[in-house]
């Protein structure tokens, strides 16, 4: 794997949801168990919506895991998610809405040995 890139990215598509919408999301991923947070990234793409998610919000999980922010003109969400591929440079990426959740903190770790078995 090359350095500084990231195993895994979740890729979210944002548009017309306060930022309490992906707090669940990103809360359950900053509590994942069993994992290198360092090869976790999180892009959020918001689909040109007036809400902006802010830096404050940003920032408490920018501790945890990487995370970026980027602004598209409104094309809606099938369009978003191909800006967000394009974006992406991890070795594998994850679709999640912004309203998703993983229902343990455990999952991660379950999709990294899933992950493991694919050959380099």
Not at 29 to 51: A, P
Not at 69 to 90: C, I, M, P, Q, W
Request: charged content about 35%; hydrophobic content about 40%.
């Amino acid at each position: 794997m090359k350095e500084n890139k990231k195993r895994l990215e979740l890729l979210v598509p944002h548009y017309n949801a306060p930022e309490e919408t992906l707090t669940n999301l990103l809360d359950m991923l900053s509590v994942q168990r069993d994992i290198d947070f360092s090869e976790i990234g999180v892009i959020i793409g918001n689909d040109g919506d007036k809400v902006i998610l802010s830096d404050e919000f940003l920032d408490k999980y920018r501790k945890k895991f990487d995370i970026r922010y980027e602004k598209f003109t409104h094309k809606g969400v099938s369009a978003t998610r191909n800006r967000l591929l394009d974006l992406a440079s991890a070795e594998f990426v994850m679709f999640c809405d912004d309203d998703d959740t993983f229902l343990s903190n455990i999952s991660l770790s379950i999709i990294f040995k899933c992950l493991d078995k694919f050959p380099d």
